[in-house]
Nanobody
Framework: QVQVVESGGGLVQAGGSLRLSCAVS????????MGWFRQAPGKEREFVAA????????HYADAVKGRFTISRDSAPNTVYLQMNSLKPEDTAVYYC????????????????WGQGTQVTVSS
């Protein structure tokens, strides 16, 4: 059984930092992409960042480029999202996802999802 476990959300003041972690268990192979999406109240889920695990190639949404960094761990199917210079508009539930495809910005590409972790940035 595949499980996606996220951790690291919380409450932070604007300008602060948080680090999210995500680990996928139950897979026999290294998955192709792991990504982060977020959903704010009343808004659609949106792409934040993704990384191709076999190539260590990161990708970012324009809204977070230069502030967020996605990285992989030496442990298989484990990634982090370092979030710096946080803004109130970053407030959302952040979801980790893992998929075998290549269209990393498309949420439907990802087969496995975590339960989400709340990130709240106060002004």
């Amino acid at each position: 059984q595949v499980q996606v476990v996220e951790s690291g959300g919380g409450l932070v003041q604007a300008g602060g930092s948080l680090r999210l972690s995500c680990a996928v268990s139950g897979l026999r192979f290294i998955i192709n992409y792991m990504g982060w999406f977020r959903q704010a109240p009343g808004k659609e889920r949106e792409f934040v960042a993704a990384i191709k695990l076999t190539a260590d190639t990161p990708h970012y949404a324009d809204a977070v480029k230069g502030r967020f960094t996605i990285s992989r761990d030496s442990a298989p199917n484990t990634v982090y999202l370092q979030m710096n210079s946080l803004k109130p508009e970053d407030t959302a539930v952040y979801y980790c996802a893992a998929g075998w495809g290549n269209i990393y910005t498309d949420s439907t590409m990802y087969e496995y999802w975590g339960q989400g972790t709340q990130v709240t940035v106060s002004s």
